[in-house]
């Protein structure tokens, strides 16, 4: 196997169904309807191990994000369980932003597990500044800040790259009058490669960039921010104040959307970060028809690309 | 019913498997055994509410202490899945202490659902001084601190009072040498009263003190601290370098643990706050039986108790 991706979870921060959340698509997942599938939060898993047996020796995994699911997350999927006494597979979390949808997972990473912590001088520096963090003591997890645009290794032979990507700083970061297009440091893409496998990871992203669009059309596979279908559907169901671009997420749907943006680039495209709001959660919708035919997938938990 | 108690989660910080671990205990968590149930971290929810229907109008709930598995607990628990678009059941969270397992489902409860939180002035602290929980916005989230000692009254008719615990503070606030039996307001008891039903939760305790046990004499349940069962437990399984007692909590087991401490205490003594290398998890085992044959039961996520 060249490269291969563990999609460890598949919603916006959140979750689906989501805590406080009644809306047409959670109440369809707290009945059980099988037309949608329980999504925790969006991490995913990579590695160049062979297969998933979990003899020692194999090949380590790295993590991109940690979702407050983590530990679930770990205990549905067998690669990642321990291999010795006090022995995990993973061996390196990269954050593409600070947001708790990708941080907070580091908690359950405590309990002296070693393994490196990649992130950008932002990102690292909000993480510094809550003590809470400091459960991840620095003598078995080092911080290492990597600089956008510049390629740095990974444990099991992959290559990785931060990139800009147009977003906002973490919700609990914002001032009165956020930036919600800004590219800064705050929020990244990665891309991942390895013996000649390339994979793009967009969990967030305001607008598609020029520069964006170029490292897509190389890509052979294309993980891209689904949060919303549509600019104002958390409005629309009653579950919120708040557009998809106020939130720094462009949405999937209409002429400015994802579909449009992506057509073409990449030779796989598979939407994540999908809100508990986005009816493509609901197999057979009208939007999830119009993603399929467009011809984008819809990630789920437990999802496995090999490249 | 007077009052009800959900045990959410029954294990001590890091769960049960924990992510990193195979010690003898959770190699047969992972490998299904069912000699041993897998739990989550430890949490409750208490209602008066008279049934388990989720019609609007039923009762509030509240939880004591938010672990960072609140969102799985909460799909796992109807009682608690949201009423209305956006209405949670959730009124209220009591904290006992600022741990990673006692506050990070609190990043959980974000999404501008409304509650009150409540702590000692030192645990509110703790939280203030880390911006990630900010995404509990204040004018949805109100923060309420207690004194231990003063009563207070919580939504459904249910009074409150959180009590001095010996202890220690949070991991990650300790300095070079943390005062480990200290009885401060980093590490609190609650008990919880209704319709004359008397309920004492605490999850972490590294004595227990006279007022403590006249204290516990006349609940009905003593929900108490069962981390370890010997001192040298986790040095022994080769999980760990700290004792117990150094990590603030006191055995189950010996001659100055909590099956003679508590011996006669209370109507119903239950342990919880499990850690994962506690042989105690596993049925059948000499230590559990030692537990049932001294009239302790075992927590387990699930468990409900209608006094």
Redesign the interface.
């Known amino acids: 196997m060249r490269l291969t991706t563990f999609i460890l979870g598949a919603a916006a921060?959140?979750?689906f169904?989501?805590?406080?959340?009644?809306?047409d698509v959670?109440r369809l997942a707290?009945a059980g309807d099988p037309r949608v599938k329980?999504r925790?939060q969006t991490s995913i898993a990579v590695t160049t191990a062979p297969n998933e047996s979990s003899s020692p020796g194999d090949a380590p995994f790295v993590l991109i994000n940690a979702s407050?699911?983590?530990?679930?997350q770990?205990?549905a999927t067998p690669a990642l369980?321990?291999?010795?006494?006090?022995?995990?597979p993973?061996a390196a979390v990269v954050l593409t932003g600070g947001e708790?949808d990708q941080?907070?997972g580091l908690?359950?990473?405590?309990?002296?597990?070693p393994f490196a912590l990649y992130g950008t001088a932002g990102t690292l520096s909000?993480l510094a500044?809550?003590?809470?963090?400091?459960?991840l003591a620095a003598d078995v997890v080092p911080r290492k800040a990597v600089h956008p645009g510049s390629p740095f290794a990974l444990p099991g032979g992959i290559e990785a790259e931060l990139f800009l990507v147009p977003g906002k700083t973490p919700?609990?970061?914002e001032g009165d009058n956020p930036e919600l297009e800004a590219e800064t440091d705050a929020n990244v893409g990665i891309e991942l490669r390895a013996n000649g496998a390339r994979l793009v990871f967009i969990p967030g992203a305001a607008r598609l960039t020029a520069a964006m669009a170029t490292r897509l059309a190389e890509a052979d596979v294309v993980l891209f921010d689904g949060t919303l279908f549509s600019d104002d559907e958390m409005i629309a169901a009653?579950?919120?104040v708040k557009t998809g671009r106020r939130m720094g997420h462009m949405p999937v749907g209409g002429p400015d959307g994802a579909l449009a943006a992506l057509a073409g680039l990449g030779r796989r495209r598979i939407l994540i970060h999908i809100n508990n709001t986005n009816p493509i959660l609901i197999e057979g919708s009208p939007q999830r028809r119009t993603v399929e035919a467009a011809g984008f997938e819809v990630a789920e938990d437990g999802m496995r690309i090999d490249l």
């Open positions: 921060g959140g979750g169904p989501q805590w406080n959340c009644n809306c959670c707290w329980p925790t407050p699911d983590l530990r679930q770990i205990v369980q321990p291999r010795g006494l006090r022995m995990s993973i708790v941080t907070a908690l359950t990473l405590r309990e002296r597990g909000t500044a809550n003590s809470i963090f400091g459960v919700l609990y970061l009653g579950a919120g």
